[in-house]
């Protein structure tokens, strides 16, 4: 039988089948814990994580030769497994995401399936729209910069000539067994250099001053971007090429 207990009240629902399991979450959700905002979609959303998730969590001590490469649509994809299997293992609230919520306004970007997110990142991988580096381990997907031109970020669009030239590292995932060794500054290493190979004039980051773990520094840690020369001032930083 399907069951699940509330990280907020600590309440355990059970039901018969999936399909009611997802309608009693939601309706406890929008009865005691309105303020957070979450629908059925997400709940369901949630709940398919579950399904295709990896569920490799355990850091390993040693890891193989990382390697880095651009995205795009000759690794697509690996790219989609790792979104699939990997990159939120461990934290299936956020799975849906495919590093598509800051290519979308605010409202829009947490009411969408995560089969709506999932081809929308096919789609502007294939475009060109959104760029990056990807860091690869034995042949696997293990990390993810999504390192795309400011104009695709609504959030960070200024109306100038710089939204043409400056490179933002909105987001890096790195799968949970493969955390601690490096890999975020690889990525961010190889996205400067992709930077400086396309002509930008700046790579610009958005550390989270106040993350508490892995999951809220997925921005990259204010760390990751003074050890690599940026200037930060709070929650900017921003590297001049």
């Known amino acids: ?138 042949g696997k997907v293990v990390g993810w910069c999504n390192a795309s031109l400011r104009r695709e970020f609504p959030e960070h669009v200024t109306g100038s000539d710089e939204d043409e030239e400056v490179l933002v590292t909105r987001c890096f995932q790195v799968a949970p067994p493969f955390r601690g060794h490096g890999i975020a500054r690889k990525l961010l290493d190889a996205a400067v250099a992709m930077a400086r190979e396309r002509g930008c004039t700046a790579v610009e980051g958005f550390p989270n001053p106040e993350a508490r773990d892995d999951a809220t520094a997925y921005p990259g840690p204010v760390a990751l971007y003074e050890g690599a020369g940026f200037e930060v001032e709070g929650g900017h930083a921003r590297l001049r090429l």
């Open 1 to 138: 039988m399907p069951a699940f207990t509330c990280d907020f009240c600590n309440t355990s629902i059970s039901a018969e089948d999936r399909e009611t399991l997802v309608a009693l979450v939601s309706d406890h959700f929008e009865g005691e814990h309105a303020e957070y905002g979450i629908k059925q979609v997400n709940v369901r959303n949630y709940f398919d994580a579950l399904d295709r998730l990896s569920g490799d969590t355990q850091r390993r001590e040693t890891i193989g030769p990382v390697t880095t490469m651009p995205v795009g649509p000759e690794i697509l994809d690996d790219v989609l497994v790792f979104f699939d299997r990997d990159a939120f293992a461990g934290k299936p609230e956020w799975a849906f995401c495919y590093c598509m919520v800051h290519h979308l306004d605010r409202q829009q970007g947490g009411t969408r399936t995560w089969q709506e997110n999932r081809a929308d990142l096919e789609r502007r991988i294939g475009e060109g729209r959104t760029t990056g580096i990807v860091a690869y381990v034995d």
